[in-house]
């Protein structure tokens, strides 16, 4: 397009903006409006992508970070003719395909869920990876982010790792229009202030009028050209662009226009604009996909082994017999044991350092692309990154994470390591998937049942060995448990997982001596978790113990009492977790310390069916 035609097209996403946000009663206008331009252009001149295929391996990427303007999004769907007009106007509306915030689930031509400030540009670094590295495709991704979100950090993790990577199918356009929620940004229109820094990052900058469309057309050819750097172009704005009553004023963040027949014929009233977007150059994907025969590591019952360990020899295993697994890690490889993965399939990991955000981040940029992630750091720092696992699963993307050196059974490291509160916060997430092994044979084979679960999967791992019980043939359900001891005289059930599992079978062989008959069950699928076992251990005996090295709220006993709220009687119920702050000491005084060794548990089964005795 020529300049008059851009001009004119800018004019119509902002007019259909607003429109869209008027049906809707709500929305973000102001902030659709003040990147219009630099949409349009892009559009019109710049990007490759078949809106028929959304899948093409040639396609482009976009990524609107500053989700909130999904008004200009979609408005630029409508110029491109991959929706109608009466679509554009259901906005925001019930059952509609054009949701307050884009989505994949709703739209094939989102790349990821956004609204969640600062995601954009680290997922786009995840997709950008994927080209350069896996897909080896010339396809460009392009971000469009707002100036409010470089306050926060996971920008700036982004900012390092592609430069570090030397992505230059990258680049981030910066909507730098002075304006946030409740008044101005921190730098405003000092756009220089943004250049230093992404400068000192290592990105190549380009500053530009963000409302002249053939500066803006220079700057894109310009980032195309770019070789061994990404490009951010920093672009000054006017917030509410075009219409004088809202333009460069406050207090109108995420409202519709009060006058807004008059702010479109202001702007030249409503246009019909058709973009004939450039198709995207012949492309095939090159990644291996699910083939090939896993065989999976082995290991004979009484054998030693840490699951962490388990987890980098199964991976390694799955690796080479599907090329579409891939593996990254938070610079805690040779902890999480992903430097297995590294040294069989180094072209297939990816070391993020420790920027947890940006590894998740990273994750569900390859997923986009059609790889099967496997993201590793310590269950504590998963934390960190929970946000980004939260948008995950609103962009419904599928990831595997795997959480090391959980609970207080690490030993003398002391709380800061200690991932006490993984359990509940990955049974939160919507439609997750959580498991927890107690030893080596149950960990390679959940590894590989991971890779074919939707959504988010979630496995903990433990640090010190633990002795093999299972044999290597013994299959492992998703959704299902192990009774490890069972009797028609069991007076009670204890339900344990991961590092409790060998801790529960001890109280048992201790409370049979005292003539007290005890089942075990390995709850190695805290979610979802096993009702009809646990319903009939519940039946049959009665009384529950549930037993975690995990804090009370939100993990196996949670999950336990889940199996119970459909209305039926809740059993007689026990539950002991970590109720105090840890500090340093061997694993062993640490279990005994927080009440969860076979000790306590059987105590507290006595406790239960009323055979303690008084001294």
Known sequence: MNTAELVEL?????VDSVRASDAAGSGHPTSSMSAADLMAVLLANHFRYDFERPDHPGNDRFVLSKGHASPLLYAAYKAAGAIDDAELLT?????SRLEGHPTPRRLPWVETATGSLGQGLPVGVG????????DHSNYRVWVLCGDSELAEGSVWEAAEHAAYENLDNLTAIFDVNRLGQRGPTRHGHDLDAYARRFQAFGWHTIEVDGHDVDAVDRAYGEAISTTGQPTAIIARTLKGKG??????REGLHG????????????????????????????ARMLHAVRSGHVELPRWDKGDEVATRNAYGQALTALGTGRGDVV?????VGDSTRAEFFAKEHPERYFECYIAEQQMVATAVGLATRGWVPYAATFAAFLTRAYDFVRMAAVSGAGLNLVGSHSGVAIGQDGPSQ???????????????????????NQTARLVAAMADCEGIRYLRTSRGESTVIYGPDEEFTVGGSKVLRSSPDDRLTLVAAGVTVPEALAAAEALERDGIRARVIDLYSVKPVDRDTLRRAAEETGCLVTVEDHHEEGGIGDAVLDAFLDGRPVPRLVRLAVRTMPGSASPEEQLRAAGIDAE?????GKLLVEEAVVR
């Not at 800018?10 to 902002?14: D, G, H, P, S, V």
């Not at 906005?91 to 059952?95: A, I, L, S, W």
């Open 10 to 14: 800018a004019q119509q996403l902002r």
């Open 91 to 95: 906005f925001r509306k019930q059952d």
């Open 127 to 134: 997709i950008a990876l994927a080209g350069k590295r896996l």
């Open 243 to 248: 219409v004088a009553a809202v333009q460069d």
């Open 255 to 282: 409202k519709p226009l009060p006058e807004a027949d008059e702010a479109i014929a202001e702007l030249g009233g409503p246009r019909e604009v058709r973009v004939q977007v450039h198709e995207p150059p012949a």
């Open 327 to 331: 593996a990254l890690d938070g610079e």
């Open 418 to 440: 200690m991932g006490l509160e993984d359990l509940a916060m990955m049974r939160s997430v919507h439609g997750s998937t959580v498991l927890y092994p107690c030893d080596a």
């Open 600 to 604: 306590a548990i059987a105590a507290a």
